[in-house]
């Protein structure tokens, strides 16, 4: 970590940012709910790097959403000063469509980190169904209406899009990265104590906002990929309904991977802290 990066971890989450550029317009917002009552829906996206990739992923999210009459629905997208530009194209997309907040920070501050923030501001806006999805093309938008469906329908207060339920899988995936996913799925879903939770690493999910209320999810110390372990792991705590729907996940065409042994690491260490946790708590220590 360089010196900045330290000074940058110092401050609360909060005064990391550069800058929000937002055209939302909440007096439009509020009077329009006056006359159609629309329940309001903030898909956040956390990018890095993912430039070839959003020009193709924003516009197709928002014909999806489009055609979502019944929702009001809103784009959070966090950028971490992506050198290739992704930052001031997501403005661009911003300008072009009115229902986007792009939150600009100094630097790559992890994943945990630019959902917490991205979070927040889906909160503030007023959704009440949050999505996290990844922004290189691996979570397809076409999706999302199975997700609605499920979350409104099943009474879940999370629904996670499955890769390892049954209709569910990954696409253009090599044997090592297979390898991979599936064991670090299988030790999760055994320390975390979530064996009825197929898929535990999918990054695609939705959230009703007051399951994210719930589980306080500012206090989740995860930065990187644990974040989505603690995340799960603290719904199930609260004893709060999981569903899944099947996915297929897509390798990604462009860009490249941010996930490093660093992340694996910290992934590992997070499942063993869960694990000594929850046998602390069944042995009453
Ligand atoms: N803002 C921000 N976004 C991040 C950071 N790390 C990863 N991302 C984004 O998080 C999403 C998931 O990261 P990926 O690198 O695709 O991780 P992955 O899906 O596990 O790995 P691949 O399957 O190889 O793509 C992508 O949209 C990234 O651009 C970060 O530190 N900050
Ligand atoms: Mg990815």
Redo the contacts with the bound molecule.
Sequence with gaps: MTTISKAIYALPEDKRLIKIFSPINHQFIENSAQHIEREKIAIV??????RENIITLIPELEKILDALLDYESFLMI???NSKDGTGDIAVRFAREYKNIVVIR?PE????G??YRIGFKHAIAIGAEIIFMM???L?HRPTYIPNFLTCIKKCGAGLVIGSRYCKDGSTNGWPLK?KMMSFGANFIARILLGMGHVHDTTS?FRAFRTDTLEKIDYNTVISNG?SFLGELLFRVKQQKIPVKEIPIIFY??EH?????GKNEIKGFLMFATRAFFHRLTKLFHL
């Design positions: 996206l956390p990018t890095y790097n993912e966090v950028d971490d920070r790559k501050l992890g994943l980190s630019a990844d922004s290189d691996s990265r990054g990929y390798e990604r860009g490249s991977s941010k996930l």
